[in-house]
């Protein structure tokens, strides 16, 4: 009976000890999640690609701006035939909150967009940074294509 009483004491001591652990992991984790600085909007946008506004969409490569959506307005990729990638044209980057434009295509690299402000740049293709006063990619919109002339970009 003894040995059983041990065996029960160690067993509930190692799931306290694990327990402990856990909780101050989560506690830890929760710290460092910060939220993305650029505000949050549900919107729901289809986009008809045979209209002269998104004539460039309909090549691989291509990129037009929606205005009215997100923002400061969204930026829309299309990375290949079937994909689209949308960022949100709001500055993450510190002196972008003040700015009045949003980001801009480099004149030199269209792939790259320009904080007019503050000077961070940001990858097109992914939204990730690539210089500047900044930890945090693009916010990215859900995107959505079935093959035909109507791109769906959006936010739940």
């Not at 505000?39 to 209209?51: A, E, K, R, V, W």
């Not at 510190?94 to 269209?110: H, K, Q, R, S, Y």
Request: charged share 15%.
């Amino acid at each position: 009976m003894s040995y059983l009483c041990k065996t029960i004491y160690t067993v509930k001591m190692k799931v306290k000890i694990i327990l402990i652990l856990t909780i101050s992991l989560l506690l830890f984790a929760c710290n460092k999640n910060k939220q993305h600085p650029v505000p949050y909007f549900t919107f729901d946008s289809n986009i008809n690609l045979s209209l002269p506004a998104y004539n460039s969409l309909q090549g691989v490569g291509g990129w037009a701006y929606i205005p009215g959506t997100g923002s400061k307005g969204v930026v829309v990729y299309r990375q290949s035939v079937n994909t689209f990638v949308a960022f949100d044209r709001h500055s993450p980057a510190e002196d972008g909150f003040d700015c009045e434009t949003g980001l801009v295509t480099d004149e030199d690299n269209f792939l790259i967009l320009t904080d007019p402000c503050s000077n961070a740049r940001f990858s097109l293709y992914d939204g990730s940074p690539i210089d500047g006063d900044t930890e945090w990619g693009l916010r990215s919109y859900l995107t959505q294509y079935n093959g035909g002339d109507i791109l769906r970009v959006y936010n739940p």
